[in-house]
């Protein structure tokens, strides 16, 4: 069965100090994956999505297809990217169905 | 700019009791999803819309809960009766048949 795994409820970060967000998979076929976030008071939002290999918000995120990772990343926190981050997985069976990790509170502290 | 629409925003019931949520989805798009979201949780798929037609309802528990789009517009999801571990955050998204979903602020359900 396909699972994400995000193994951090919690991470706590300063100012312009770099962040990353972890995210763990397992899938037995070619995963499409993506990263969701949602700001306090606000709806959950997609952030970007491995097959686009933009950089949104100044996040990248690489498809580590040997590790089964998507680790989400940022050079330098900022106070507004503080929110819920959810690493989430296209399946099963593709059709554009998400499975979501447990995600990850992102507190960048000043 | 055009949202998701869900209502409503908090219900509280009573175990045993029935309870209906409602979403409307952004015009045009033709899938439409809910979700459950306990606490401390990802959202987990419940139903999964084609237009009108039920695509995915794997992980509904048929038992007590069901969802209609009729017209393959907006939607509604019913539980009947609610239990306890109900209690949990129900979200509706849509898509316009691409990968991006555009998700509703949620129905907070509390069954006491």
């Known amino acids: 069965a396909q699972r994400v795994t995000q193994p951090e409820k919690l991470l706590s970060v300063f100012k312009g100090a770099p962040v990353e967000l972890k995210c763990n998979y397992s899938y037995s076929g070619s995963p499409e994956l993506f990263w969701y976030v949602q700001y306090s008071r606000q709806r959950l939002q997609l952030l970007l999505r491995h097959i686009s290999r933009e950089s949104i918000k100044g996040f990248t995120a690489d498809l580590n297809k040997g590790e089964t990772s998507f680790h989400l990343k940022k050079p330098f926190a900022q106070e507004e990217d503080s929110a819920m981050y959810y690493c989430a997985l296209n399946g099963p069976g593709g059709g554009n169905k998400l499975t979501f990790g447990t995600g990850t509170q992102l507190k960048v502290e000043l | 700019e055009a949202e998701v629409a869900q209502s409503p925003r908090y219900k509280i019931t009573e175990k045993s009791q029935a309870v209906a949520f409602w979403c409307d989805p952004i015009s045009g798009h033709a899938t439409l999803y809910w979700y459950r979201q306990i606490l401390g949780q990802g959202p987990e798929l419940l139903v999964q819309?084609?237009?009108?037609?039920?695509?995915?309802d794997s992980q509904l528990p048929k038992d007590r809960f069901s969802a209609e789009r009729l017209k393959g517009v907006d939607s509604t999801l019913k539980i009947q009766p609610a239990e306890l571990g109900d209690s949990a955050m129900y979200l509706c998204?849509?898509?316009?048949?691409?990968?991006?979903?555009?998700f509703g602020p949620g129905t907070r359900l509390t069954v006491l």
């Open positions: 998204a849509s898509s316009p048949s691409g990968y991006e979903q555009f």
């Open positions: 819309f084609q237009d009108e037609s039920v695509v995915d």
